[in-house]
């Protein structure tokens, strides 16, 4: 404080100081990038984590009856009943789930807050919490504002970026008290199989970890369905499943998610929530359980077109030249970049010369570091310009233009 005036309201200079747990948390290494891509007018950005779909229009129009008869108050803090109970039947006829409506199901401003509502619940400070990376960048400072330590445990392009008990053994996860998950996986586009799932079930139960298991591209697997791990033996008591509505029916700016967990689990978040958020986007909500009662065929479809999507790039980036491995979910690839470069680096120049945005895999974390997020949430036509001028930068970097 100076004491002297320094607005013309007359207020005083004030310092503001942020809570440790705040400052503990670095600025976003992708602001840079926005900074270079608005210096160019032809960015195609294959950077972002969304849909390019518009929401199915039945959902959409949902939402608009429920604000034409003036629903617009809150809800139940749990989320409206009708909805919890779709929910329950959906995670049910999909993926094998089987959660109470009335007690273990929560519905939430987008899986964003219920990831940030368990970890406030179940972090004590000094909690350790292992995640396995490169992982959604949200985990990390979500342990950290909950006062939690984070542990990574890195997975490695050999083993498909797939979590391995090895990986979990190294880092030192037997002492943790939290395991992240999130497979179908941002940024890597990895998925976990039932069979690869069971020995990291079966760590999570000898350490008695918590599992918390993010799920929200469950919808976008493209060779087989996906398997929750807290369908296996031991799990449903020990796991929170996180889902939503923003990937599979396109609805992000809606900001509609949910947590399904055992009853203690779920009523330990909602006394969270009851203060912090009262209810869900009530708007959201109708849109929701119109997009679960009528929008199967426009999820599939989309489903479709990514996986198209995911096979053009795929194949585009092997003519390149460039190391991929077979990304079977999300909506992401994780291609290697040439020998001699950091992803940083190569993101950099790529879009000062090219103007292709991509994401540098280290912001995911530890083991991306030489690796770039390359979304095909773009249509083909941006998907086909932007790898051709990705095949130019890579014929003229050549092997003397290493970084
Ligand atoms: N989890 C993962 C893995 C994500 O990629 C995202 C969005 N990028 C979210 C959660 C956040 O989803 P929501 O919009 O439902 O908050």
């Given at each position: 404080?100076?004491?002297?005036?320094?607005?013309?309201?007359?207020?005083?200079?004030?310092?503001?100081?942020?809570?440790?747990?705040?400052?503990?948390?670095?600025?976003?290494?992708?602001?840079?990038?926005?900074?270079?891509?608005?210096?160019?007018?032809?960015?195609?950005?294959?950077?972002?984590?969304?849909?390019?779909?518009?929401?199915?229009?039945?959902?959409?129009?949902?939402?608009?009856?429920?604000?034409?008869?003036?629903?617009?108050?809150?809800?139940?803090?749990?989320?409206?009943?009708?909805?919890?109970e779709a929910i329950a039947g959906y995670a049910t006829d999909r993926?094998?789930?089987?959660?109470?409506?009335?007690?273990?199901?929560?519905?939430?401003?987008?899986?964003?807050?219920?990831?940030?509502?368990?970890?406030?619940?179940?972090?004590?400070?000094?909690?350790?919490?292992?995640i396995a990376q490169p992982s959604y960048i949200s985990y990390e400072?979500?342990?950290?504002?909950?006062?939690?330590?984070?542990?990574?445990?890195?997975?490695?392009?050999?083993?498909?970026?797939?979590?391995?008990?090895?990986?979990?053994?190294?880092?030192?996860?037997?002492?943790?008290?939290?395991?992240?998950?999130?497979?179908?996986?941002?940024?890597?586009?990895?998925?976990?199989?039932?069979?690869?799932?069971?020995?990291?079930?079966?760590?999570?139960?000898?350490?008695?970890?918590?599992?918390?298991?993010?799920?929200?591209?469950?919808?976008?697997?493209?060779?087989?369905?996906?398997?929750?791990?807290?369908?296996?033996?031991?799990?449903?008591?020990?796991?929170?499943?996180?889902?939503?509505?923003?990937?599979?029916?396109?609805?992000?700016?809606?900001?509609?998610?949910?947590?399904?967990?055992?009853?203690?689990?779920?009523?330990?978040?909602?006394?969270?929530?009851?203060?912090?958020?009262?209810?869900?986007?009530?708007?959201?909500?109708?849109?929701?359980?119109?997009?679960?009662?009528?929008?199967?065929?426009?999820?599939?479809?989309?489903?479709?077109?990514?996986?198209?999507?995911?096979?053009?790039?795929?194949?585009?980036?092997?003519?390149?030249?460039?190391?991929?491995?077979?990304?079977?979910?999300?909506?992401?690839?994780?291609?290697?970049?040439?020998?001699?470069?950091?992803?940083?680096?190569?993101?950099?120049?790529?879009?000062?010369?090219?103007?292709?945005?991509?994401?540098?895999?280290?912001?995911?974390?530890?083991?991306?570091?030489?690796?770039?997020?390359?979304?095909?949430?773009?249509?083909?036509?941006?998907?086909?310009?932007?790898?051709?001028?990705?095949?130019?930068?890579?014929?003229?970097?050549?092997?003397?233009?290493?970084?």
């Amino acid at each position: 404080m100076t004491g002297e005036p320094d607005s013309p309201g007359g207020d005083r200079e004030f310092d503001f100081d942020p809570a440790e747990r705040v400052q503990a948390v670095p600025p976003s290494g992708i602001r840079r990038f926005f900074e270079i891509a608005e210096e160019r007018d032809d960015v195609i950005s294959l950077g972002v984590g969304e849909p390019d779909f518009a929401t199915p229009w039945t959902a959409r129009d949902a939402a608009i009856d429920s604000l034409e008869q003036g629903k617009t108050s809150y809800t139940a803090n749990r989320g409206m009943r009708e909805l919890r109970e779709a929910i329950a039947g959906y995670a049910t006829d999909r993926f094998d789930l089987e959660y109470d409506p009335a007690s273990e199901i929560i519905v939430t401003a987008g899986a964003s807050e219920a990831v940030d509502l368990a970890f406030r619940a179940f972090v004590d400070p000094g909690d350790v919490v292992a995640i396995a990376q490169p992982s959604y960048i949200s985990y990390e400072p979500g342990v950290t504002f909950a006062g939690g330590e984070v542990l990574s445990v890195p997975t490695r392009e050999a083993d498909e970026f797939r979590l391995t008990v090895e990986a979990l053994e190294d880092a030192g996860a037997a002492d943790a008290e939290v395991l992240v998950l999130c497979y179908p996986n941002n940024p890597t586009g990895a998925i976990m199989r039932k069979g690869e799932l069971e020995p990291i079930a079966e760590f999570a139960r000898e350490h008695d970890l918590l599992v918390l298991s993010d799920e929200i591209y469950a919808e976008l697997t493209y060779e087989g369905d996906h398997t929750s791990i807290a369908t296996l033996p031991g799990m449903r008591e020990r796991t929170i499943v996180f889902n939503g509505f923003s990937k599979a029916h396109a609805m992000t700016g809606l900001r509609l998610g949910y947590a399904l967990g055992p009853a203690d689990a779920v009523a330990a978040m909602n006394k969270i929530h009851q203060y912090t958020m009262l209810s869900a986007p009530t708007t959201a909500q109708y849109a929701a359980l119109e997009a679960l009662e009528s929008c199967g065929d426009e999820v599939r479809d989309m489903v479709d077109q990514y996986d198209r999507r995911r096979q053009f790039v795929l194949s585009r980036f092997r003519e390149i030249g460039m190391d991929v491995f077979e990304a079977k979910g999300a909506f992401y690839c994780f291609p290697e970049v040439p020998e001699g470069w950091t992803g940083e680096a190569f993101a950099e120049e790529l879009l000062r010369e090219q103007g292709v945005a991509v994401v540098p895999g280290d912001v995911f974390g530890t083991g991306g570091e030489r690796h770039l997020r390359v979304s095909y949430a773009t249509g083909l036509g941006d998907l086909r310009e932007a790898l051709a001028r990705i095949e130019t930068f890579v014929d003229e970097c050549g092997p003397d233009r290493t970084r």
